[in-house]
């Protein structure tokens, strides 16, 4: 396997690690934020390098350069591929913008320690391959909001309760496998816990109260940042894709495409902006997974950019939203605040990343939507029509939100409520990435297709069937021996 030039990775995670330490002991959150910013920066251009530097060797996979942690814990722990390669940058970036959108107003309670912590985790579960290194670090991911959600004094019950159900389920799951070794047929028992886990994790319908209850109880930033890396979807690549028979992915299909149905038609009756964006975003993510769970090259391509661009957008959306409750505190939908006045720029930024995640045309999300529906119509047409649906609920959920946060009277203010230059900087940089994504989409897609050839190439010749896998192999070798 090739290296990188350099250890882009293991600084990209160590970095986070090492900055905790240089906020220990700061007082003031006006330096704490000035420093938080400069270590996300470094961590982001690591993320960067690491993305260019894969993307110039040509291959599918790479180590990092100096390959410490896989020499000691293995040759799968630190590992970039051409299904990671797009995503390290991505969540660098989202955790970098939301630490710069972030104003004084939310300085003194932002989390500035467990939010580097939670970065470097998730880095760090975004380069690993290794089965029992993924599931050690989605159960890492879920310490800082527990925490949070402690130290700001709210329940932490359905959240502690739902993650400690996904965390025995992935390990249990997991571990029967690992008992029963390569086998013609995996025990139904591990793959349901397995498929079980990754659904808790997802949010899916009917054991998706965590995410609504996560959303009300701790920081928007915290929330934002735990659910749009879609964990749950690395988790079905990495760990249920290679393994699972074709009943087992099309019950996480079925069950995802329920969840998109159900959860957008509930964005469409919300009243609050936080259950709004929860289920806006759950219904968006469900629909990654029914393109995985597809498992052909075009559906799951159009799954992979779906991720990205579901990912994206709908992380500009929240924190456009962040930024409204940040001048006005939560807001409700059942009724008119006519902010467009005040902030313009806000209010097209809210519009275009709302379309963006149901996939407007001209946007990042538009070609991945149309291979998504491409693909699933080629196997099952309800499919097909049920995505169709759920992209129809979803954008009249955008517009009705649009009209009541920013138009339909006048909103009258003792105070600027005029976007800042930290937001205006995180608004230009998704808005470039998301119009230039979807006017020039030809290295994105060509990037997913490549990947998920890879992925549905593994998937084959994963050693569960492995009386089948030697016919295959002895009539591939017979011409030779001829």
């Not at 996979?61 to 991505?90: C, F, K, M, N, T």
């Not at 959303?215 to 699972?244: D, H, I, K």
């Not at 169709?388 to 138009?407: D, E, K, P, Q, S």
Request: glycine share 8%.
């Amino acid at each position: 396997m090739l290296e990188l030039q350099l250890p882009w990775l293991e600084l990209a995670i160590l970095i986070p690690l090492l900055g905790t330490l240089a906020l220990l002991f700061v007082r003031d959150p006006e330096t704490a934020w000035k420093r938080m910013l400069v270590i996300c920066s470094l961590v982001f251009l690591c993320a960067v390098g690491a993305w260019l530097d894969f993307s110039h060797l040509h291959t599918f996979e790479a180590h990092d350069h100096w390959d410490i942690v896989s020499r000691l814990l293995g040759p799968d722990a630190i590992v970039i591929d051409e299904l990671s390669a797009p995503l390290i940058p991505l969540a660098a970036l989202l955790y970098l913008l939301t630490v710069v959108s972030t104003l004084r107003t939310k300085v003194r309670r932002f989390p500035f320690a467990w939010t580097l912590v939670s970065e470097s985790i998730l880095l760090a579960t975004l380069s690993c391959r290794d089965p029992w290194g993924v599931i050690a670090l989605l159960a890492l991911q879920t310490v800082p909001p527990y925490f949070e959600l402690r130290s700001r004094g709210r329940s932490s019950r359905i959240f502690a309760f739902h993650m400690g159900l996904f965390m025995l389920l992935l390990a249990g799951g997991w571990a029967m496998l690992d008992a029963h070794g390569p086998k013609s047929e995996h025990s139904i028992w591990a793959i349901g816990m397995l498929i079980s886990a990754i659904l808790i994790r997802s949010g899916s319908v009917p054991v998706h109260c965590w995410m609504t209850d996560l959303f009300e109880n701790a920081s928007f930033a915290t929330s934002l940042l735990y659910v749009t890396p879609m964990a749950g979807a690395y988790a079905a690549v990495r760990l249920a894709l290679p393994v699972s028979p074709d009943w087992a992915l099309q019950s996480i299909a079925i069950v995802s495409l329920i969840t998109g149905v159900y959860a957008a038609g509930m964005a469409l009756v919300q009243r609050e902006t936080r259950r709004f964006f929860a289920y806006l975003f759950l219904s968006n993510s469900s629909l990654v997974l029914v393109g995985l769970e597809v498992a052909t090259p075009i559906g799951l391509t159009g799954a992979l950019c779906v991720w990205l661009s579901v990912g994206m957008s709908l992380a500009g959306f929240g924190l456009t939203l962040r930024s409204l409750e940040s001048r006005t505190g939560r807001m409700s939908l059942k009724q008119y605040h006519g902010l467009y006045e005040h902030m313009p720029s806000m209010a097209a930024f809210f519009l275009l990343t709302g379309l963006a995640s149901i996939g407007f045309p001209g946007t990042v999300g538009f070609v991945g939507t149309e291979l998504l529906v491409e693909g699933a119509v080629g196997i099952y047409p309800v499919v097909g029509l049920l995505v169709v649906l759920t992209g129809a609920l979803n954008g009249i959920a955008v517009v009705h939100a649009y009209f009541r946060l920013f138009t339909g009277t006048e909103h009258r203010a003792s105070i600027s409520l005029i976007a800042r230059w930290p937001e205006r900087v995180a608004v230009l940089s998704l808005t470039a990435l998301i119009i230039g994504g979807g006017l020039w989409p030809q290295p994105g897609v060509a990037s997913r297709y490549h990947a998920a050839k890879e992925i549905i190439a593994r998937r084959e010749v994963t050693p569960p069937h492995p009386p089948q896998a030697i016919h295959a192999s002895a009539e591939v070798t017979k011409p030779h021996a001829n």
